[in-house]
Every structure is written in C-alpha cells, then in structure tokens.
C-alpha cells in the first residue's frame, strides 16, 4: 500500500507540478519581476513612492519589511530562477499528492478519476479559497502582517474548511451538517492577521491581476494533481507476491 | 475456523493501510512546509515565487 501511495504521488505530483511550472512562468512569475521593480525602486527612494495606496506625510516602512529579500543567496534571474522555482513547485505538487491520497486512504474512500478529481476541487476550496478570503494571495511589496500570524491563520483555515467539507458531504445528520458550517466559518469570525497600514509599494492592477492569475494556477496546480491521481491509481495497482 | 480469520487479516489489512498512509501524509506535510512555510533565508529565496504564485503567506 506505501509503495503505491508513494509511486502514485511521486508521479502524480511531477507531472502536476510540471505542467504548473509552464503556467507560471507565463502567468505569475512575470507580475513577481514586475512588482520587484516597484518594490526596489520604493525602498530606495521612500519619499517618492508614487504607487503607494495613498499619501503619507511620513512616510515610514518598515512595519512590513521584506523579511530581507536581499540578503542571503537567492537563485539568479533567468534560468536557476525558473530551476527553483520550478523545483519548488513539483515539490508542493508531490506533498500535495500525497497527502490527498492519504486523506481518501484513511476516510476509506475509492480512488478512481471522478472522486480523486472532486476531491482535488474540494482541496482548493479549503487551501485556495477559503484562506484566501482572508490573506488575498500578494505580490512582494504588499503590506502584511506578521508572517507566523499569517501562516499559522493559513494553515488552520485550509485544516478547518477541509474537515467541515468532508463533515457536510459525508454526514446524512443535520446537527453534524449544522456543525461542518460552523467550522467552516470560525477562521473567517476570528478574523485573518491584517497590516496596521494598508500602504503597498506595488501598482493596484498588479496586485489585483496577480491575486487573481494566482488563484487559477493554485486550482490548475490541484486540478491536475486530482486527474493525474485519478488516471495512475487505478493502473498502479500492486500485484499480489507470488 | 476460516470465519475467525477474515476479520483478523481485514483489521490488519486496515492497520497496514493506516500506516501507510500516515507516512504518506507525514512526507506530504513535510514537503509542503518545505517549499511553502520553512523560514530559513536559503528556503524561502529559492521557493519564493512558487510561494506567492500559490498563494502562500511570504515575507
């Protein structure tokens, strides 16, 4: 059984993960260098950051530092950059795989390309939207709040928008029915970490076409991973040791 | 006899399931952190588009 979890979504994950590579090189990745312009030309000239959300008389920055972009070794524009990337990218799409599948092996559920691919779209609803209903995904340069905050605000929405998912389809109970929608909405009455100051350093439409191109590639990357999943477990099945 | 025996190999069946999948889910978990929330400064540089194009919380 470990084998041919590992096997299915080793695969899974590399073919997702490099189809999704090709998407963001073409999509994302060019609003990232654009904004990393407006980033670097805001820091090194604060007072004339004309693409600030509004004025300030004093301009300070520093609330939402960049967490030291600069520092450090960081992959070369160009090829290591689309390598990295890339890299890191089949690697989320591995893990995302994986931990599909173990999910549907511990719920008990068949895998075949229908279910793999509804619980793939039920995967983004949980990582993609519902966190993003909150923490709207950003450009470098964006004003945020304190990353752990953010992360661990993250983490738990997409954890509890996922049980109350598979609580609301797998439950005939009304009560539990009712509950699932509690779940589902406690992350959002907490409230997500927000910025003291909604001052960003990159352009509005940037931001906006980048929150939107990002959302479609995270629902191509789980969509893909859903398919892939859905066509190679039924042919990786184990034979029996003879 | 053999009606003993059928839920005894489906519970071991089920354990060797569950194991498995809780090591696929602690790889799975272990990779996304990885690429998506590890902060040392050399994980965070070469993952970092991937973090903001999948929306990810970075800096």
């Given amino acids: 059984m470990l084998a041919r979890i590992l096997s299915v979504g080793l695969l899974a994950g590399l073919v997702a993960g490099l189809l999704v590579a090709v998407l963001q090189q073409v999509t994302t990745t060019p609003l990232i260098v654009a904004a990393e312009v407006f980033e670097t030309k805001a820091a090194d000239q604060p007072a004339a950051t004309a693409q600030t959300v509004h004025d300030h008389g004093t301009h300070e920055h520093g609330t939402h530092e960049h967490g030291g972009h600069d520092e450090g070794w960081k992959p070369a524009d160009g090829l290591p950059r689309l390598f990295y990337t890339s890299l890191a990218t089949i690697v989320t799409a591995v893990g995302m795989a994986l931990l599909m599948l173990a999910a549907m092996v511990v719920t008990g559920e068949e895998i075949d390309d229908r279910r793999a691919l509804a619980w793939a779209v039920a995967g983004f609803v949980a990582f993609g939207l519902a966190p993003a209903a909150g923490l709207a995904p950003e450009l470098p340069g964006s004003a945020a709040a304190d990353l752990v905050a953010r992360q661990i605000w993250w983490a738990a929405t997409g954890c509890a928008t996922a049980i109350a998912l598979w609580m609301f389809f797998k439950s005939e109970k009304a009560i539990l029915r009712a509950l699932a929608f509690a779940v589902l909405l406690a992350p959002h009455v907490i409230g997500a970490p927000q910025p003291h100051e909604l001052e960003s350093r990159v352009p509005a439409e940037l931001a906006a076409q980048f929150t939107a191109l990002s959302l479609v590639v995270q629902a191509s990357l789980w969509v893909l991973v859903g398919i892939a999943i859905g066509l190679l477990w039924p042919r990786l099945v184990r034979r029996p040791a003879t | ?59």
């Fill in chain 2, 1 to 59: 006899m053999a009606s003993t025996s059928v839920p005894v190999s489906g519970s071991t069946e089920r354990q060797e399931t569950l194991r498995a999948a809780f090591v696929a889910a602690l790889l799975g978990l272990s990779l996304v952190f990885l690429t998506g929330f590890a902060q040392p400064q050399l994980l965070h540089n070469a993952a970092h588009d991937t973090r903001h194009s999948l929306s990810f919380p970075c800096h």
